[in-house]
């Protein structure tokens, strides 16, 4: 079956760290370029940060860039999200999604949760 | 850095009715554009790429048009399942700006 599952989300205190994994399957990954997106509570979406397939390209929004560090592991199958200096403002479901060739997302997890909170 | 603005935000409208969605962005994208439909408490589902590409799967009774800065979603006959929030998506530089949405709600 093809498939993105998202793991590593939950409560974590304000300034912390915290890193998203998503597993994929039924598909090629390592020729996938891949993306996160993420929604906060009863608001839009949010476009976080796209990778090409081999890891050589990374692109940020504004908002999470120097904090947050998008990268993948071809052999495992993974893609990762390292988040770092965690604000109220990055709490949200986090999405991993395939992304075809750097524009649009055509295959997406169910999304994990990420709670700053003290 | 592109914006997506949506248009309405809300929109009351009956089964069977024609829906349109409007998309602005702020400069010229071409037809780097994607709708997804999204409904509570799952992820968004791809329904236009390329502004007018339907993807596979999707009810023909969605359609997208546009091109530069203007684009729509177009529901011809609108089915109990369509109730849901639209966003558009920019792709034109490697990011990913989606507009704020719009929920389309029972009339």
């Known amino acids: 079956e093809v498939q993105l599952v998202e793991s590593g989300g939950g409560l974590v205190q304000p300034g912390g760290s915290l890193r998203l994994s998503c597993a994929a399957s039924?598909?090629?990954?390592?020729?996938?370029?891949m993306t996160w997106v993420r929604q906060a509570p009863v608001k839009g979406l949010e476009w976080v940060a796209n990778i090409k397939q081999d890891g050589s390209e990374k692109y940020y929004v504004d908002s999470v860039k120097g904090r947050f560090t998008i990268s993948r592991d071809n052999a495992k199958n993974s893609l990762y999200l390292q988040m770092n200096s965690l604000g109220a403002e990055d709490t949200a479901v986090y999405y991993c999604?395939?992304?075809?060739?750097?524009?649009?997302?055509?295959?997406w997890g169910r999304g994990t949760l990420v709670t700053v909170s003290s | 850095d592109i914006q997506m603005t949506q248009s309405p935000s809300t929109l009351s409208a009956s089964v069977g009715d024609r829906v349109t969605i409007t998309c602005r962005a702020s400069?010229?994208?071409?037809?780097?554009l994607a709708w997804y439909q999204q409904k509570p408490g799952k992820a968004p589902k791809l329904l236009i790429y390329?502004?007018?590409s339907l993807e596979s799967g999707v009810p023909s009774r969605f359609s997208g048009s546009g091109s530069g800065t203007e684009f729509t979603l177009s529901i011809s006959s609108l089915q109990p399942d369509d109730f849901a929030t639209y966003y558009c998506?920019?792709?034109?530089?490697?990011?990913?700006?989606f507009g704020q949405g719009t929920k389309v709600e029972i009339k």
């Open positions: 039924g598909f090629t990954f390592s020729t996938s370029w």
């Open positions: 998506q920019q792709y034109n530089s490697y990011s990913g700006t």
């Open positions: 400069q010229s994208i071409s037809s780097w």
């Open positions: 999604a395939r992304n075809y060739y750097g524009r649009y997302f055509d295959l």
């Open positions: 390329e502004a007018s």
